[in-house]
Structures are given as structure tokens and as C-alpha cells.
T-cell receptor, first 114, second 114 residues
Framework: GESVGLHLPTLSVQEGDNSIINCAYS??????FIWYKQESGKGPQFIIDIRSNMDKRQGQRVTVLLNKTVKHLSLQIAATQPGDSAVYFC?????????????FGKGTHLIIQP | KAGVTQTPRYLIKTRGQQVTLSCSPI?????VSWYQQTPGQGLQFLFE???????NKGNFPGRFSGRQFSNSRSEMNVSTLELGDSALYLC?????????????FGPGTRLTVT
């Protein structure tokens, strides 16, 4: 199947700054997108999701932006904290709940500098 | 509400052996999905069970199988283990079937094949 990929494997930001993690997808049938955070030794933790009928969704300190024209997804984390250090994955599923499960990107490692 | 639990957390097996991993979903969740996570391939979908039936299957050989019980607990079995099966095996549960909804992951079972 088509893949979901991330632009940068590692992102280093200063504590207190905003972080932006990007994701490109290639499946035009993708309908549902999720961002997960995975800390060392733990399973992925849900952060925020968005459906293709929206272009922006906000949560607590996080915002997901979806640009369907260029098939691009981003996760913005406001006022980054040390606890935000983790690997972030985007995942997608196609319209109608595609039978291939969630397709995950390779992940971006977010490093917080003190 | 308790999260997704997986047992055992760590496992070491020898090539050629078989292994069974267990997953208990969040109470009330009827969908259980399994994923394999490796550094090289990332997170890949194995299969999904809903109401004791396998609904979807990823692109893995027949050595990988699973089942779901009436209480929604699920087991995954890998027969004739190969070195390449060393990975973190993650289970995720969802209140509804398909993948257009939030999935909650467990901590995973780290399988090492020697």
C-alpha cells in the first residue's frame, strides 16, 4: 500500500518554544489521521486526530493542520516542555476504514533542549 | 478505567519455537488490533479482531495468527520463529471496529528471537 512518511527524523527545540512536526502522505483516499507520541519503553499514546473534512483541529497545547491539496499533515506543540521529548508518529487510514489498519510514518524524534 | 494490558512484557525465544502473546483491551472495547514495531520497518499492521472474528489482516506470513475470546481478550501466536521476528508487538483496542477511530495502545511485548 501507499506509505505515510515524515520529513525529518530528528527535531531539536528549545524548552518553551513551539515545535512543528511534519508528515507527508501519498494515499489520496486517506480520510482519518492521527498523531501518536511514543516514549521510550511505552506504547504509542494518542495525541490528536483529524478527519479529512477538516483542515485544523486544536487540543490542549497541540494543533493538527491538514492540507489535502499537498497531502501534508503537521503537529504543532505550543510551549514545548521536557515531557514532550518522545518519538512522534503520524498515522492514517483511508475512507471507509481501510482494511490495512493504520499506516504509520517512520517517526520523528523530538528532543527538548534546556 | 484501566488501559490496554499486554503480557508478558518481555520474552526471549529460540529460532524455530513458537510464542503466544496476550492482550486485554480496555473494558467495553470490542476491537483489538495487533502491530509489529521494528527499527527498520516501523509500525506495521498485523490483524484486527472484532467480536471474535478477524476482520482485517496485514501483509504478514501465515506463521502469524491470532484469536479473540468472548471477553474481547486477544492472543497472537507466531510459529516457527525467525530472527527477523524480533520486535515490539503492540496491541491496540478501540470501542468500534475499523480504523477510522481512536485506537489505544498497550505497552507492548518485547520479543527477542535468538
Amino acid at each position: 500500500g501507499e506509505s505515510v512518511g515524515l520529513h525529518l527524523p530528528t527535531l531539536s527545540v528549545q524548552e518553551g518554544d513551539n515545535s512543528i512536526i511534519n508528515c507527508a502522505y501519498s494515499n489520496s483516499a486517506s480520510d482519518y489521521f492521527i498523531w501518536y507520541k511514543q516514549e521510550s519503553g511505552k506504547g504509542p499514546q494518542f495525541i490528536i486526530d483529524i478527519r479529512s473534512n477538516m483542515d485544523k483541529r486544536q487540543g490542549q497545547r497541540v494543533t493538527v493542520l491538514l492540507n489535502k491539496t499537498v497531502k501534508h499533515l503537521s503537529l504543532q506543540i505550543a510551549a514545548t516542555q521536557p515531557g514532550d521529548s518522545a518519538v512522534y508518529f503520524c498515522a492514517e487510514n483511508e475512507r471507509g476504514g481501510g482494511a490495512d489498519g493504520l499506516t504509520f510514518g517512520k517517526g520523528t524524534h523530538l528532543i527538548i533542549q534546556p | 478505567k484501566a488501559g490496554v494490558t499486554q503480557t508478558p512484557r518481555y520474552l526471549i525465544k529460540t529460532r524455530g519455537q513458537q510464542v503466544t502473546l496476550s492482550c486485554s483491551p480496555i473494558s467495553g472495547h470490542r476491537s483489538v488490533s495487533w502491530y509489529q514495531q521494528t527499527p527498520g520497518q516501523g509500525l506495521q499492521f498485523l490483524f484486527e479482531y472484532f467480536s471474535e472474528t478477524q476482520r482485517n489482516k496485514g501483509n504478514f506470513p501465515g506463521r502469524f495468527s491470532g484469536r479473540q475470546f468472548s471477553n474481547s481478550r486477544s492472543e497472537m501466536n507466531v510459529s516457527t520463529l525467525e530472527l527477523g521476528d524480533s520486535a515490539l508487538y503492540l496491541c491496540a483496542s478501540s470501542p468500534r471496529g475499523g480504523f477510522g477511530y481512536e485506537q489505544y495502545f498497550g505497552p507492548g511485548t518485547r520479543l527477542t528471537v535468538t
